[in-house]
């Protein structure tokens, strides 16, 4: 089954279709989005995981400790480059043509299962990685069939190179061959930390501390992160294009203690609403940041960061897309900049309740995350599977097994209102003292679910595999979009 399916398809429009010609004094974009670290394994949060080039990076940037993302890999991706929520992201389609920012993707795209349109490179001027999610690190499958590409065509070459050192090879030679006339745009969503948990022996002997086994290897896995992240930098550097960058870097969905990440204080993990699930750790680094070394508690989403590279002059400087439906993500580049309120003041942080939908997986119906908002410093959640809070081993919690977090899914939560501000944990539930503010939230949600398209997404197709087997790999296996 195919537990990163989202609930709405999302036909990707990219950063690098809308940007305007001038780039003269435009910075160079470094987006890294890691897959599924959680809240509390990285440095700049207290983690025992040393990161101390993110660390860094955080301390001298602007951190971002009210920032949101989706509960899942493939919803957070469409969120960014679309800048809107999933329930506003089914049926967007747009011709992605090139434009003067020289663009590459390094890694994960993750929406596959979908016709070649919704496929890479799709505006980006190179990608070099994958199409699914949970590949081997090593041999680079994904169940049980090569998954590696370098443009449109499968690439059988680098069997057994564990694949982070790969992309930052791969990163390294593009800043390095990179004409400077145009800035870069690198867009390196990581492969790490997402599972099979799988690292080079050098980086789990670093770990003996953890005595937890998979622990210790999720560790590793971070560790290489951090690794590539400074070896990265140091290409921007070598190249003297370091002074114009800015560093954007997010987790893509909260930590899965299951696959050994975690997110305590946090309650709850990836696939839910909870602040564990979205809450996400992140920061923006860059010399043209007016304000440095501080923590921004203004809300910010992953929706924001399409308006805010594109209609920011001061950035990209180009023009969002014409689609019909609105773009949900504010520009909050002053917020981060210099500090101002963000002209954000709610999240809806998703909607999706359990409904059969035919053709599709039987047990879908099990896996729903239900809806919540935040307004202020208050959070609806209505119709959530319930979730714990689960501490690192390291600290003396404890590792759960796949059963635990599947036995919560029968354990729903049909209504709860938190002060997020006063109660960042979500352990006092506050709703039977404030029904005004539940009634409120409450027509939020409901005046969104009003504007939501239908869902997109399509059971998986048979084709694929058949495909898959002869091929000896997955590939794009048809072409039914009218839109190329
Ligand atoms: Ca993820």
């Not at 329930?87 to 434009?99: C, D, G, K, L, P």
């Not at 919704?118 to 505006?123: K, W």
């Not at 997402?194 to 670093?206: M, S």
């Not at 896996?367 to 319930?386: E, F, Q």
Request: proline fraction near 7%; hydrophobic fraction near 35%; charge should be negative.
């Amino acid at each position: 089954m195919n537990l990163e399916l989202a609930t709405t398809t999302f036909v990707l429009v990219n950063f690098c279709v809308v940007i305007a010609t001038e780039t003269a004094t435009k910075p160079h974009i470094l987006l890294i989005l890691v897959d599924d670290p959680g809240w509390s394994d990285v440095g700049f949060h207290g983690s025992k995981i040393r990161t101390p080039n993110v660390d860094k990076l955080a301390s001298d940037g602007v951190i971002l400790d009210k920032y949101y993302v989706q509960p899942y890999c493939t919803t957070t991706r469409g969120s960014l480059m679309t800048g809107r929520y999933p329930i506003h992201t089914a049926n967007m389609v747009r011709y992605i043509s090139q434009e003067s920012v020289a663009c590459s993707l390094l890694s994960k795209w993750g929406p596959y299962r979908r016709p070649t349109p919704d496929t890479p490179p799709r505006g980006f001027d190179s990608f070099f990685g994958f199409l699914n999610y949970g590949r081997d690190h090593f041999n680079h499958t994904h169940n049980g069939f090569l998954d590696f590409f370098r443009g449109e065509e499968v690439t059988r070459e680098y069997h057994g190179q564990y694949a982070t050192h790969l992309y930052v090879k791969e990163a390294s030679r593009i800043i390095a061959e990179h004409n400077s006339s145009t800035p870069p745009f690198l867009y390196m969503a990581f492969e790490n930390v997402h599972d099979p948990i799988q690292a080079p022996d050098e980086y789990l002997r670093k770990y003996k501390i953890i005595k937890h086994k998979e622990r210790r290897g999720y560790a590793a896995m971070m560790d290489v992160v951090d690794e590539a992240i400074g070896n990265i930098t140091e290409a921007f550097e070598g190249k003297g294009l370091w002074n114009d960058t800015l560093v954007i870097f997010s987790s893509d969905n909260g930590g899965d203690p299951v696959n050994r990440g975690y997110n305590y204080p946090l309650r709850g993990y990836k696939r839910t609403l909870w602040e564990g699930g979205v809450r996400a750790p992140a920061f923006v680094y860059g010399k043209m940041l007016k304000q440095k070394g501080v923590i921004v508690k203004e809300l910010i989403h992953v929706t924001d960061w399409y308006p805010t590279l594109l209609s920011s002059t001061n950035l990209l400087g180009g023009t969002m897309d014409s689609n019909d439906i609105p773009v949900d993500g504010f520009d909050v580049w002053d917020t981060i900049a210099k500090g101002v309120p963000s002209p954000r003041t709610e999240i809806l942080l998703n909607i999706d309740f359990p409904e059969k939908r035919p053709g599709l997986l039987l047990t879908y119906d099990t896996w729903y995350t239900g809806a919540a908002i935040r307004v202020g410093d208050m959070k609806l959640l209505m119709h959530v599977p319930n979730a714990t809070w689960y501490q690192t081993p390291e600290d003396g919690g404890i590792a759960p097994p796949m059963e635990d977090i599947w036995d919560q899914k029968t354990n729903i939560v049909e209504l709860a209102l938190f002060n997020i501000s006063a109660d960042p944990t979500e352990r006092h539930d506050v709703s039977r003292r404030h029904p005004d503010i539940v009634r409120q939230l409450k027509a939020r949600i409901h005046e969104y679910q009003k504007t939501a398209v239908p869902p997109g997404i399509v059971p998986d197709d048979i084709m694929a595999l058949v495909f898959a087997m002869k091929n000896k790999a997955w590939v794009p296996w048809r072409n039914t979009c009218n839109a190329r």
